[in-house]
Every structure is written in structure tokens, then in C-alpha cells.
């Protein structure tokens, strides 16, 4: 239960979101982000009208969220992607789209394409800078696109940044020279439900069945990209079932959606020799998920960089022992509760997934830190923060 502080909302105040983020088919990171501060807030504020604006040249109103509140309301304009993005947007700066909504404040859950005018007070969450810093994690399409935005001169134009991290603060300072005083840091939180499981739970071994898991497994979970660094996840397996001939019954469970050049990895695992040890399950639902972290042995995720990092802490709520990477801001997050690899050497990976293995006390440790996270990392300690920012306070 949340147990933050009371907070008195400023009432006359008419409020922009933008939910394109809320547009697409799976929800994880951005926009879980977006649709769980959104609802956070509605519960906070029920005096001030939210008017949350999409762009789309076909209805799809019944795939959006319905947040079922009588001060919200939905605007949609209705012009292709990108005519409105490249060419109304960035090009023609029209329609203003706080005009359209007649708002005092509007919110980007995340960076996009927007034309506002110079009355309303802009605000924007930015999770990360990987695109800015390693380009060549991401596809043609993908750079383009970023580049596109200006996101220099769109953030400088911007009245209060959101970053999720300390990491990301200093990430916009260093790279795009952005005044420090204008960027707040604000956690993100943790869905409630992520929690240590009973192994009795009738669920969890509904789960086990279904994705036959059977076996003891080493778990990934999160876009198939380069970023993620699931090839030097998969040779760091490789090489422990090869020096470690006793772990030859384990084995590695990679789950999430396809992302931007996804195909070497998995040109990758089909050469393998072990690639019946390895598969990958796609996306995970999110009522799923919980469970395959609690059934794993070890969860790994050795990104290159990461803005915040859900699901390694997920993975701790859950009780389940942490690999990651000491980069970027998974060692803000995770501090302590974490056993931390060079991200670009395999022995590290495979060395730290043999500690782990190893050691049956490392699972106490952390059930015991566990609790810690889901106080510090709270969806509704974070709405009210973002909510503040709206305010001005």
C-alpha cells in the first residue's frame, strides 16, 4: 500500500498527455512506463481534466487503455505517421498541439515528434541516451528517426525534464548541454505483483508446465537487440557448459520481443552447439513473467546500457539472484543486491554465473533486500513526483 504523503492538487488546472506510447502491441519499459504513471496519477488527482492525445490515421480507440475517469478525455488527430511527424510536426511546427487541447501543462512520457507553442509549460521524461551515445546498437530507420527530432533543441525548448536515473541526468548534461537546474531525477517503480512465489503456488507450476521448464535455467528477459548483449550472454554459457561439465543440465531461457537487428543473434544461436540448450520464448506476458523470474536460478542481464534497467530489478523483488553490468545506471538502481560484470568480457559473464550457481546463500540475501526495492520503488511515490512537476512545486 502506498503511504506517501498527502498531496492537494492545484484545481483549475487543464492537463495534456501524450499516450503514443500507449499505441503499441506489447507493453514493456517506455511504454509500461507512460501507462503506469497515467494511471497513478488519475488516482491522485480527480479535481484537474487530463486530456491525453494520439495521433493515428485509423481508429484504434479499443486498443488504447480506457482510463475510466469523468476529468480525462481523448484527442486524436487523424494524419499518417509520417505526414505528421516529418512534415506537420517538424517541418510546417502545425497544428500547435496544446491549442488543440486547450491545456495549461502537457506531458511526453518520452521523447517524440511535437509542435508546441510558447504559452504552455512543456515537460518530457527522457529514459536514456543510448541512441545519442552508440549508434550502432540501432537500426537506419531507427537513427534517422532519432535524429529527426532534434532532441537538442527540442529539450532545451522544454520548461522541466523527468530522467529516470542520476545517470540519465548526467548523460543529458555531458552529451547535449542541457542546464542541469531544469532536470529532475524521478525513479520509476515496480508493479506490486512482482514478489518472491511460493513454490506451491498452483500458478507457478502452471507456468513451469507450459513453458517446460523443467529443467534449472539461467534467465534473460528483455528486447532481442544488440544493446542487451545477448550474444555475449549466449558464448558465456557456451563456455560454462564447456569448462563446467557439472551445469550441463541447466538451461538458458531467453525471453522478450524482437527489436532492431535482432537477426544476428539469433544467426548466432542456430550455429551453436548447444542450441537445444538455449531458446527463446518471445514475448512475455506480463502476468507471466513474475513467475519465470521466480523460477530461475539466476537471472543475467548484461546490457551495454540501460536508463533505468526494469527488469533486473524485477528479477531482485522476486528473490532472485542478479547479474548484470557495472555501466551506466544499473549499479544506481540495483546497489548492493546485484553481483556486477564487465559487460564486454564473456569469462567475466561466465565467471559471475559460476559464483551464483555455486552459492546457496545468495538467494537469502536477497529475499532479504528485496523489500527495500519495492518501498524505494514505488508507482505511486513516483506518479506524485511527476504530479508535482506539473504543478510546479
Request: charged fraction near 25%; aromatic fraction near 14%.
Amino acid at each position: 500500500m502506498w503511504r506517501g504523503k498527502q498531496i492537494y492538487p492545484k484545481i483549475n488546472m487543464r492537463i495534456g498527455i501524450d499516450i503514443r506510447t500507449l499505441m503499441d502491441k506489447h507493453y514493456s519499459g517506455i511504454p509500461e512506463y507512460s501507462y503506469k504513471i497515467i494511471k497513478n496519477i488519475l488516482e491522485i488527482d480527480k479535481e484537474n481534466e487530463y486530456v491525453l492525445f494520439y495521433n493515428s490515421w485509423k481508429n484504434i480507440s479499443d486498443s488504447l487503455p480506457d482510463f475510466k475517469k469523468p476529468n480525462v478525455s481523448y484527442y486524436r488527430t487523424k494524419f499518417p505517421n509520417k505526414i505528421f511527424n516529418y512534415i506537420l510536426q517538424k517541418t510546417l511546427k502545425w497544428p500547435k498541439i496544446d491549442k488543440l487541447l486547450e491545456v495549461d501543462v502537457f506531458f511526453m512520457p518520452h521523447i517524440n515528434f511535437i509542435a508546441l507553442s510558447n504559452k504552455v509549460k512543456k515537460i518530457v521524461t527522457v529514459h536514456d541516451l543510448s541512441f545519442v551515445m552508440y549508434p550502432e546498437y540501432f537500426s537506419l530507420r531507427k537513427n534517422i528517426w532519432h535524429k529527426s527530432i532534434g532532441l537538442e533543441k527540442m529539450l532545451a525548448s522544454f520548461d522541466k525534464i523527468i530522467s529516470v536515473s542520476k545517470n540519465t541526468k548526467n548523460d543529458i548534461v555531458k552529451y547535449l548541454g542541457i542546464d542541469k537546474e531544469k532536470i529532475e531525477v524521478i525513479y520509476s517503480g515496480i508493479p506490486s505483483e512482482y514478489k518472491n512465489i511460493d513454490v506451491m503456488d498452483k500458478k507457478i507450476n502452471e507456468v513451469r508446465d507450459e513453458y517446460n521448464l523443467n529443467k534449472p535455467y539461467i534467465f534473460y528477459l528483455g528486447n532481442i537487440e544488440p544493446r542487451k548483449n545477448i550474444l555475449g550472454l549466449i558464448k558465456a554459457f557456451e563456455s560454462l557448459l564447456e569448462n563446467s561439465p557439472r551445469y550441463n543440465n541447466y538451461e538458458l531461457i531467453i525471453a522478450g520481443a524482437k527489436g532492431w537487428k535482432y537477426k544476428k543473434i539469433v544467426k548466432y544461436w542456430q550455429n551453436s552447439k548447444i542450441k537445444d540448450k538455449i531458446r527463446f520464448l518471445g514475448y512475455i506476458n506480463s502476468d507471466d513473467k513474475k513467475y519465470l523470474y521466480n523460477l530461475a536460478s539466476v537471472f543475467v542481464y548484461p546490457s551495454f546500457y540501460e536508463g533505468f534497467g526494469f527488469p533486473p530489478l524485477e528479477a531482485i523483488v522476486c528473490g532472485t539472484p542478479v547479474i548484470t553490468s557495472a555501466n551506466s545506471s544499473l549499479a544506481e538502481i540495483l546497489g548492493q543486491s546485484a553481483l556486477y560484470v564487465d559487460a564486454k568480457d564473456v569469462v567475466s559473464i561466465e565467471l559471475a554465473m559460476k559464483e551464483v550457481l555455486d552459492n546457496n546463500k545468495l538467494k537469502e540475501k536477497i529475499l532479504k533486500d528485496s523489500q527495500k526495492f519495492v518501498e524505494k520503488y514505488n508507482w505511486m511515490n513516483t506518479a506524485e513526483q511527476v504530479y508535482r512537476v506539473f504543478e510546479g512545486t
